[in-house]
């Protein structure tokens, strides 16, 4: 079956950097959209940023200029690095697969990894 991995979080001192990677396995990776979500305490869950086959990517604005969404199709990984990261950032992040489409923001996401908690302090 589908499964979706997330690792790489941890806690960081506001302004520094951390890489999430979501290893994915059981489905042809390629063809679908991909997407990092994050739910903060007592806060709904938001999207971060998304990737579509044909390489378009679609940061949201919190965290454009500062967060990339990548991708290595060989090893079936996705990978979200995270810039001058500050406390707002803090949160559960959670990767996401989609059935693709022209614009992965349309997508209802249907499979997720179990997440991986980023904090971030002052």
């Known amino acids: 079956q589908v499964q979706l991995m997330e690792s790489g979080g941890g806690s960081v001192q506001a302004g520094g950097s951390l890489r999430l990677s979501c290893v994915a396995s059981?489905?042809?990776?390629?063809?679908?959209?991909m997407a990092w979500f994050r739910q903060a305490p007592g806060k709904e869950r938001e999207r971060v940023a998304t990737?579509?086959?044909?390489?378009?990517?679609t940061p949201e604005d919190s965290v454009k200029g500062r967060f990339t969404i990548s991708e290595d199709n060989a090893k079936n990984t996705l990978y979200l690095q995270m810039n001058s990261l500050k406390p707002e950032d803090t949160a559960m992040y959670y990767c996401?697969?989609?059935?693709?489409?022209?614009?992965?923001?349309?997508?209802?996401?249907?499979?997720w990894g179990q997440g991986t908690q980023v904090t971030v302090s002052l």
């Open positions: 990737l579509s086959n044909n390489g378009r990517t």
């Open positions: 996401a697969a989609g059935p693709l489409a022209t614009d992965c923001r349309r997508v209802v996401f249907g499979v």
């Open positions: 059981g489905y042809r990776y390629s063809r679908y959209c």
